[in-house]
């Protein structure tokens, strides 16, 4: 990979989130529901960070109506001076669950673009450092904005909503054009862009499309990586797990345990075995992992099983 993340000074988290705090309604295929859970990718790729140590910090807009009770959980895992108050009724969404894996999300307020575009880097709050390792849920507009502003590593998950067939030009010219450091979808929303090929192919295709890194999401299957160092696509197994009692929010989880990794200096392989662990113990509850509740001996019998 081509740039290794700085080592930053006094209060400035090593990593910041940047992306959406939802109140997620969540709809299991079997019809089983958990309201109000919190969630959002950067909640949930943040928490996964957290797992391995790092307080990161979190760039979101909150709107109105938004639980205290959510409030305190991020204030306990991350530093949050990030988050940006609107005058507009805050994030939620029903988060529906196939049998197959895809997921449906339903907006549940009016106004959800001001959410859905999230912050841009002029609301970097003092503390927060442009040189910091940044995971970026975002389009293609949002993440050349971002990349032109700020100068450390960047882990890229496209907003799911872009990734459709008619996009792959746009993808492209992203990954040939940004200097995006890693760029992780998963295999439905890869298989959008360039056609059902196998993992192996995919990965191929955007390692020849200009990305530096790629580790491809593929649920129960791990993930399929690669950069320079590994002499192709390899893949990471997932982590054993106890069994799965939601799904939402796991691959996020599994982009911010591997960013923690990176900043740690791991190998792209070793980061990605974090992400795997991280996201094992996201799917055993409801909603955002909380750290605190991620024993660190399981952790590490993970991380071997894994490794």
């Not at 994030?91 to 196939?98: D, G, K, S, T």
């Not at 192996?200 to 491809?216: F, H, I, S, Y």
């Amino acid at each position: 990979m081509n740039r290794t993340p700085a080592a930053l000074s006094g209060g400035s988290p090593r990593m910041i989130g940047v992306g959406g705090v939802f109140i997620d309604d969540i709809v299991l295929p079997g019809g089983e529901t958990h309201m109000a859970s919190l969630g959002g990718a950067a909640v949930h790729a943040m928490m996964g960070a957290a797992v391995w140590g790092e307080r990161p910090g979190i760039m979101a807009p909150v709107g109105r109506g938004f639980p205290e009770g959510c409030r305190r959980l991020l204030e306990q895992h991350l530093d949050t001076r990030g988050l940006k108050r609107l005058d507009v009724e805050h994030m939620r969404a029903w988060q529906i669950f196939e049998e197959d894996g895809r997921r449906r999300e339903l907006y549940r307020v009016e106004q959800t673009e001001p959410f859905i575009r999230g912050l841009s880097p002029a609301d970097l709050p003092c503390g927060y450092d442009r040189r910091a390792a940044f995971y970026l849920l975002q389009g293609f507009d949002g993440v050349r904005r971002w990349r032109a502003e700020i100068g450390g590593f960047v882990l890229w998950e496209p907003l799911q909503q872009v990734m459709v067939s008619a996009s792959r030009g746009d993808f492209r010219s992203v990954l040939r054009e940004c200097s995006v450091d890693l760029v992780s979808p998963n295999l439905i929303e890869a298989q959008a862009i360039y056609g059902r090929l196998s993992p192996e192919e995919l990965v191929d295709a955007m390692t020849g499309d200009g990305a530096a890194a790629v580790a491809l999401r593929m649920g129960a299957d791990g993930s399929m990586v690669a950069d320079e160092t590994t002499g192709g696509p390899v893949r990471v197994g997932a982590a054993p797990l106890a069994g799965i009692v939601d799904p939402t929010g796991a691959g996020n989880t599994y982009c911010g345990a591997l960013l923690a990794g990176i900043v740690q200096g791991d190998s792209l392989r070793a980061a990605a075995a974090r992400g795997a662990v991280a996201a094992s113990f996201c799917v055993e509850t409801w909603g955002a992992l909380m750290p605190t509740a991620v024993d660190r001996l399981e952790r590490d019998r993970r991380l071997a099983a894994v490794g």
